[in-house]
């Protein structure tokens, strides 16, 4: 089954919350639409991740789509817990403010997406947070998204 399910293709985003003055991000590719009426999106999050905590204390998250050239920061955020580190600080990522929640949207990402947690539900191993889309911006529409199939970075190529 593992080897099927490898052969999966996801998008490659930051999970981005805001919990007592810290911004924290999360790679994240257990992400999706799941509803057009009202606009719903799901991120799947371990309960030992530092960002589920926030995720259950503010109930509201931005989902980052991120561009090829940001492998690396999916890379450092992947790797590390913002229990230890202070990743937006690390990375001297660019922040804009948010249009309806408190956390901080990434500058140079394809889009990011403003949601408010509605309802969460346990998966297996990690726990599936549904959140109602609030606000939304598009930064690089042109840019294809960054994506990861078999543990490998690649691109979204149209036909």
Request: glycine share 4%; hydrophobic share 45%.
């Amino acid at each position: 089954m593992k080897e099927a399910l490898r052969h999966l293709p996801w998008p490659v985003t930051l999970i981005g919350t805001y919990q007592e003055g810290r911004h924290n991000l999360m790679t994240a590719s257990w992400v999706s639409q799941v509803s057009f009426q009202p606009p719903l999106i799901m991120v799947s999050v371990a309960p030992e991740r530092y960002t589920y905590q926030a995720l259950m204390a503010t109930r509201e998250f931005a989902v980052s789509i991120l561009a090829p050239d940001q492998a690396e920061i999916a890379q450092f955020c992947g790797e590390r817990s913002g229990r230890e580190v202070d990743k937006v600080k690390a990375l001297n990522v660019k922040v804009v403010p948010p249009q309806e929640i408190k956390v901080p949207l990434l500058a140079d990402c394809i889009a990011n997406i403003e949601c408010r947690v509605v309802a969460h539900h346990p998966a297996g191993d990690h726990v599936i947070f549904i959140g109602e889309v609030v606000a939304s911006r598009v930064q690089r529409p042109e840019e294809r998204p960054l994506l990861m199939k078999d543990w490998r970075w690649g691109v979204y190529q149209p036909l």
